[in-house]
């Protein structure tokens, strides 16, 4: 990059460009006219090749000469008006990135008296518009279908937007929040506090049978008891905690995975989970507009 | 070594000797000439009378058909804002680009078969230069009169009288000019729109400038370069020579007929004086709208138009000789004296047939593709963020955005189905019952499409799928590839 800094290379343009120019400037005035040796005056420069190819002297049209000289006169004009000329700002001042300003701030302005109407909707009823769906939409899969699938149902560690089980809760209110600041959910990990590999293997049978989920019953009557300290978070019948953002063990929704297997390791190794926070991304009309679709998705009823 | 180098000096040496030696000769000449003007004499004739034949049929097409209407649109209109190209019934998208190429293909191959034929057919009737030039002029011709008269005029100084002609002249070309331009963006924006928005002097500014842009094109090269246009700025002009041959039909002068040239008597009938069958009247330059000698040979100037030979055959009938001294004609009938039977037999030679084997072949396959298009697209496209995942029921999910692009002018139901595993089965996101997506005329809808198979039923790695979209009221389909993915855990 260091090349492109220094002095040397804008000079070098700007050089190279009015050389150009001039140069073919030059060149139209040098070849106007030419000294020939008529031999038979019949418009041949009196050359003749392989026995029977003689040159002719077919001017160019003067219109032609006109034209070059409009595109010398239209390319010095530009080089004065526009930048081109090393680190020449042009007379207009005009930029790359003053344009794409200029574009943005008319598109915001074009879009300003629609964003104006939604957001003086409230988000339940915005959720029916059509309009406004079709922009949270757009809004969804360019920035949130990266991790909760184009369906909005999620993955493995990405939930689903679509039912109505929610970490943090599902109102409007919650979305807005959460699209707004994100979320970190934080698990420790618990093995640690319920003792040892068995005791943790009977704590996920325990929790396995609160969603009706196969399990072992023996161990999971064992594991009864240690989920008292799972309890502080997910609530003693499992059910979890909004505030805390601790998921409903209690229902088949498995964000981590399902099984035994999954269970343990998270209580082993715990998880911290984030979504990044959106609120510099969009505008806060554009977070209204988007908070009222994925309300939707799940309020598909109203 | 350098035996040679000393005969080359001397060599060089001699050629400045000679050169220096006729001085009296040498002459500056400017390299840029100025156009001179041309005032091509008004005709009638046979090849006149198809030249406005083709002027009429064009221009009929391309002032009208803008104005026709299809349903509750205009017919043909090319819509780039939309990106939607309406051709009477058909509705053609960006996609469909592959038949504008096709088009193209034909319309170059129709010139070539054209052009072996009979020369510069093209150029000579239809090219809109040509078109707009014999319209310009016939204005011309109306306001200044004929060749002598406008000639006068322009030598003329100027007075009351020239300036009343010249600008009604102009006042009529910018007229006709602005009104083709009116028309050509006509074909891009609906026309009875942009008609009130010129009554109410209401046109954007993008609409302004092409129609100005188009008029003033057309003013500039009808009214002004004309000629010039085909000498110098068209290629078509200069690279179809490779297309001639022998057997082309071009305008000829029959040089053994028509020479020695000279003025005679009216009463001197053909082959009874020493003098060639060409009067030397000049008629036939003095019609030329490119300003030559037919009687030079043919020359790349040459359009094509015929004017020569029909100004040629109303002398001949005055002087009473036999007409065609100047005419269609070829090389080979030229140079070994063919009848007109034997020449015409030389047309159905292996290049034309193979131009119209081609030629034929490529609009068969043009419009049955035309014919069996199905009017709906679909892209299926894979979700960017779920490779898989397990769902409710120990279902395995692969997820999916399908785009519908509904071609027709009327809303169409789809429904799809996907096959290729066993156990398959396809849930649509916002359907109707039985996987039934509606899309509105003319517009694409993207739907989200679940496909599951109960876990652990195929082994992991990558399966083809397929999807078939089925048009609902036409019964037409599409069937799309896909892959679904089964993950190892």
Redesign the interface.
Same mark, same amino acid.
């Given at each position: 990059m260091s090349d492109f800094t220094g002095n040397f290379w804008p000079i070098f343009i700007t050089v190279i460009s009015l050389l150009g120019i001039f140069g073919c400037a030059l060149l139209l005035w040098l070849t106007s006219k030419v000294k020939v040796v008529t031999t038979n005056g019949d418009n041949t420069s009196g050359h003749v090749w392989d026995e029977d190819l003689r040159e002719m002297n077919n001017p160019l049209p003067r219109w032609w000469v006109g034209l070059f000289i409009i595109t010398i006169v239209f390319s010095l004009l530009y080089l004065v008006a526009y930048p081109g000329l090393g680190t020449y700002k042009g007379e207009l001042g005009w930029s790359q990135e003053k344009q794409y300003q200029q574009e943005m701030a008319d598109a915001n302005k074009a879009l300003a008296p629609m964003y104006a109407k939604f957001a003086a909707t409230p988000v339940e009823e915005l959720s029916a518009n059509p309009e406004a769906k079709a922009i949270g939409e757009r809004l969804f899969m360019n920035n949130c279908a990266q991790c909760h699938g184009s369906d909005a149902r999620g993955s493995r560690g990405f939930p689903n937007l679509t039912d109505h089980d929610w970490l943090h809760g599902g109102s409007a209110e919650k979305i807005h929040q959460t699209i707004t600041g994100g979320r970190i959910g934080m698990m420790p990990p618990m093995a640690a506090a319920i003792g040892n590999e068995e005791d943790v293997k009977n704590v996920a049978n325990y929790v396995l049978s609160l969603s009706a989920s196969k399990h072992d019953a023996s161990r999971a009557a064992l594991g009864k008891e240690k989920f008292a300290i799972c309890a502080a978070c997910h609530g003693l019948e499992g059910k979890g905690n909004l505030d805390m953002g601790a998921p409903n063990l209690s229902d088949n929704v498995w964000l981590h995975g399902a099984g035994e297997a999954a269970i343990i390791r998270r209580i082993n190794e715990g998880k911290t989970n984030q979504m990044p926070a959106q609120g510099e991304k969009f505008s806060p009309e554009q977070i209204h507009v988007l908070t009222a679709y994925v309300w939707g998705l799940s309020n598909k009823a109203n | 070594m350098n035996d040679t180098s000393t005969s080359k000096t001397t060599d060089n040496k001699k050629a400045k000797i000679v @050169?220096k030696t006729?001085p009296l000769? @040498?002459?500056?000449?400017?390299?840029? @000439?100025?156009?001179d003007k041309i005032y091509p004499r008004s005709i009638s004739g046979f090849f006149t009378n198809w030249r406005w034949v083709m002027i009429w049929l064009t221009q009929l097409f391309f002032y009208g058909v803008p104005w026709l209407n299809w349903g509750s649109r205009q017919a043909l209109l090319f819509d780039l804002d939309a990106k939607r190209f309406y051709i009477f019934k058909l509705v053609l998208y960006p996609q469909d680009l592959i038949y504008l190429t096709a088009i193209l293909i034909i319309s170059a191959l129709s010139l070539f078969l054209f052009t072996a034929i009979a020369g510069r057919l093209w150029c000579g009737y239809t090219c809109p230069q040509t078109v707009y030039t014999e319209i310009f002029l016939w204005i011309e011709r109306k306001i200044e009169g004929d060749r002598a008269a406008r000639m006068k005029l322009d030598t003329a100084t100027m007075s009351s009288h020239k300036l009343a002609k010249k600008s009604a002249k102009h006042f009529v070309w910018i007229a006709f000019a602005l009104w083709t331009g009116f028309t050509f963006v006509g074909y891009f924006t609906p026309i009875r729109e942009l008609a009130n928005e010129f009554r109410s002097l209401s046109m954007s500014p993008w609409e302004t400038f092409w129609v100005c842009f188009y008029g003033f094109a057309t003013y500039g090269n009808a009214g002004f370069?004309r000629e010039?246009v085909c000498?110098?700025m068209c290629p078509y002009a200069r690279f179809q020579s490779a297309m001639f041959d022998d057997d082309t039909l071009t305008v000829t002068y029959d040089e053994a007929r028509g020479e020695p040239r000279g003025g005679r008597s009216r009463s001197v009938k053909e082959g009874t004086s020493a003098l060639g069958s060409c009067i030397d009247c000049t008629l036939c330059v003095q019609v030329c709208p490119t300003g030559i000698d037919i009687r030079d040979g043919l020359q790349y100037e040459c359009i094509g138009c015929g004017a020569c030979a029909d100004v040629c055959d109303t002398v001949m009938d005055k002087m009473g000789y036999a007409r065609g001294l100047v005419k269609y004609s070829t090389q080979n009938a030229i140079t070994n004296k063919w009848s007109r039977s034997q020449m015409m037999q030389r047309i159905l030679r292996p290049r034309v047939i193979i131009y119209g084997a081609i030629l034929a072949l490529l609009i068969t396959a043009l419009l049955a593709s035309l014919w069996f298009r199905t009017p709906f697209r679909v892209n299926v496209i894979r *979700?960017?963020?779920?490779?898989a995942?397990?769902? *409710?029921g120990g279902m395995l @999910?692969n997820?999916y955005?399908l785009q519908i692009m509904n071609g027709t002018e009327s809303t169409q139901h789809y429904q799809l189905n996907a096959s290729g595993i066993k156990d398959l089965a396809i849930e649509v *996101?916002g359907t109707e019952t039985n996987q039934t997506i509606s899309v509105k005329p003319a517009e694409s809808r993207w739907v989200?499409v679940?496909l599951e198979i109960p876990d652990g039923s195929i082994e992991p790695g990558s399966h083809r799928v397929e999807f078939e979209i089925k048009e609902l009221d036409n019964n037409d389909s599409v069937v799309e590839k896909s892959v679904f993915l089964v993950p190892r855990y």
């Open positions: - | @050169e006729i000769n @040498e002459v500056v000449i400017s390299l840029y @000439e100025a156009q370069m010039q000498k110098y *979700d960017r963020g779920v490779m995942r397990l769902a *409710d @999910e997820v955005r *996101d989200s679940r």
